[in-house]
Structure formats: structure tokens, C-alpha cells
Nanobody, 121 residues
Framework: QAQLVESGGGLVQPDGSLELSCKAS???????????WGWYRQAPGKERELVAS???????EYEDSVKGRFTISRDNSRKTVYLQMSNLKPEDTAVYYC????????????WGQGTQVTVSS
């Protein structure tokens, strides 16, 4: 019944790189493609925050703390959203989730399980 499956997380050293994938295989193309998709993260004891988003044929948007370090992309034909992360910092440690965005930037669908990213030396 899970609609969103995140993967690619793991343990990485500071300044390292990691690529996350979000597969929305159960979505049909005509639903996936028009949606704005984004990546959220949640650290223990903190609110879940949107860090990056992208609409089809539009420029990506990023939260200030990841600007210049993270790149979000999407492949509509594969119904997949990616997050390429570089120059990782300990403050990036969190569980990362994907979701489509409603116009007010709130999540549109039920959350997946997320994928843990830990940045530590």
C-alpha cells in the first residue's frame, strides 16, 4: 500500500556526497508528472522541513541551508525524484522523506518510511 519509497541514505563523512532516490511507482504518470515534488527532512526533536522542490519544466527551489550543496531532479518517465547531496555537514543528519507539494508547500500524500542520512566522522 506504500506509495512512496525512499532509499539511498547511509553513513557518510563530512564533506562527502550521497544521492537519495524516491520512487513513486504506484502513481500513474498523469498524476506524478504535474505534481511539484520535494524532499523533506526531520532531525530528532525537530520539525520536518522542506529542503528542496521541483516542478516539471521549472527551476528547483532550495532551503537556504542546502543551497549550493543539494540538487533535486526528477525523471517523470520513471516516476522518481532524486536528491544529490554534496559537501555534507553534520547538520544534514536527518531522516529524509519525499512527497508532492500542495500549493501551500504542505505535503500532499501519505509519508513513506524515509531514509536515514547520518553525517559523522
Amino acid at each position: 500500500q506504500a506509495q512512496l519509497v525512499e532509499s539511498g541514505g547511509g553513513l557518510v563523512q563530512p564533506d562527502g556526497s550521497l544521492e537519495l532516490s524516491c520512487k513513486a511507482s504506484r502513481f500513474i504518470f498523469s498524476v506524478f508528472a504535474p505534481d511539484v515534488w520535494g524532499w523533506y527532512r526531520q532531525a530528532p526533536g525537530k520539525e520536518r522541513e522542506l529542503v528542496a522542490s521541483i516542478a516539471t519544466g521549472a527551476a528547483a527551489e532550495y532551503e537556504d541551508s542546502v543551497k549550493g550543496r543539494f540538487t533535486i531532479s526528477r525523471d517523470n518517465s520513471r516516476k522518481t525524484v532524486y536528491l544529490q547531496m554534496s559537501n555534507l555537514k553534520p547538520e544534514d543528519t536527518a531522516v529524509y522523506y519525499c512527497n508532492a507539494l500542495k500549493p501551500d508547500k504542505q505535503p500532499k500524500y501519505n509519508w513513506g518510511q524515509g531514509t536515514q542520512v547520518t553525517v559523522s566522522s
